[in-house]
T-cell receptor, first 112, second 118 residues
């Protein structure tokens, strides 16, 4: 099956710890994205990558880091510098010219 | 700075009624306007989309109306059903890109939670 796979579905983190969210796609898309979803705030762009070994900050990149070493993979690290990390995180990949974004099932991160 | 503004934040409609969600944008460079539907605990999925050279697009019970001069577009759900209850996001594609790739990026509105009552 083609698609976007995010793991884990639920993640708990202690304050002060870094945590990495996985995102893998087998759609052969160049573009990949990370969004954060909070109630009433829609989808806010954290980072995006339009090509391997290149990525750009989105609107809320502070406290997050990414890498894009392979076309299929775009992991997101939530660092201890992110002051309010509890949220639903969505990864997506885009078709050529980004006429459609395909989303994963999301990872719900909770800081305990 | 919200580049795509969506309203209302929530909407309650009776079964069989019409649901209307509105979006507005400022950047005239945006060149593609999709709508996404998201059920609880799932990722959003593409519902319907329109290009700015078209004023209306209809797919089944879902219609996008696009007003280029006003920089507004809306989603109409006719004969709304309880199964339509979900969160809806409008989006706009910013074609500007960096590097050798020409993929642009999608910018989303804040989302509308629709509840259709039986």
């Amino acid at each position: 099956d083609g698609g976007i796979t995010q793991s884990p579905k639920y993640l708990f983190r202690k304050e002060g710890q870094n945590v990495t969210l996985s995102c893998e796609q087998n759609l052969n898309h160049d573009a990949m994205y990370w969004y954060r979803q909070d109630p009433g705030q829609g989808l806010r762009l954290i980072y995006y990558s339009q090509i391997v070994n290149d990525f750009q900050k989105g609107d809320i990149a502070e406290g997050y880091s990414v890498s894009r070493e392979k076309k299929e993979s775009f992991p997101l690290t939530v660092t201890s510098a992110q002051k309010n990390p509890t949220a639903f995180y969505l990864c997506a990949s885009g078709t050529p010219m980004n006429t459609e974004a395909f989303f994963g099932q999301g990872t719900r991160l909770t800081v305990v | 700075q919200q580049q795509v503004k969506q309203s209302p934040q929530s909407l309650i409609v009776q079964k069989g009624g019409i649901s209307i969600i509105n979006c507005a944008y400022e950047n005239t460079a945006f060149d593609y306007f999709p709508w996404y539907q998201q059920f609880p605990g799932k990722g959003p999925a593409l519902l319907i989309a329109i290009r700015p050279d078209v004023s209306e697009k209809k797919e089944g019970r879902f219609t996008i109306s696009f007003n280029k001069s006003a920089k507004q577009f809306s989603l109409h759900i006719m004969d709304s059903q309880p199964g339509d209850s979900a969160t809806y996001f409008c989006a706009a594609r910013d074609p500007r890109s960096r590097g050798s790739s020409n993929t642009g990026k999608l910018i989303f509105g804040q989302g509308t939670t629709l509840q259709v009552k039986p």
